[in-house]
């Protein structure tokens, strides 16, 4: 037997036997002892002792049983355009001289045609002439579109309609009486003067 075997069977015999104890003794018993309550500290003592104060209960919001019907679109949008410049670029690209001649006559023209058939609307509300209405509307409503001034020629349009005792927003099929026809051409007519109105300071803010 080689030395290096005859080293490690002394360490064998040399070295004492230990035995793990710890499998023959009993598990530990669960203790019925809660553990001791924690102290609180002052910060946490200030905190837990504040009162309780109840959540403020939310308002109950119903909505209202009656539609809210707006008759004429906001006129304070953003989102308004008082004259399209696609449509109005094609009367600048007429002019043939730089002071821009042309377009400003013809825009002069249209205001001064506007103021005039407003009045002549006003008369025939008075009167109670629906087809002289809806016949001022029509011509109103194609000057405008001429130049852009869309506000304009919406209005105008509605107004052809009314007149025609047609409901614009539902077609030529349903009709509506005289007295509706007047009842909703006189609003379009209050709006057709301010937007006629914005018309004018929009082209004021173009002349050199």
Known sequence: MSS?????T?????????????SKRPPPSPSNKAPPPKKLDAKSRAVSEEPYLPSKPQPVVTPSS????????????ANRVV????????????DETDDGEFSREMVEEYLGQTQGTIKLMDESLAKHELIQ???????????????GVVQVQEICEKIQHLGNRIDPDKGPEVKISAEDAFARIKPLLA??????AAAEKFFDGRKP
Do not use: N, W
């Open 191 to 196: 709006r057709l003067k301010e937007e006629h």
């Open 10 to 22: 002394t360490m064998r015999t040399r070295s004492p036997i230990y035995h793990d104890e710890s």
């Open 133 to 147: 209405l809806s016949k001022h509307g029509h011509f109103l409503k194609g000057s405008s579109a001429a130049l």
């Open 4 to 8: 290096r075997f005859a080293d490690l």
């Open 83 to 94: 004259v399209d410049m696609e449509v109005f670029s094609q009367i600048l690209e007429l």
């Open 66 to 77: 009656e539609p809210h019907v707006e008759l004429c679109p906001d006129k304070s949008s």
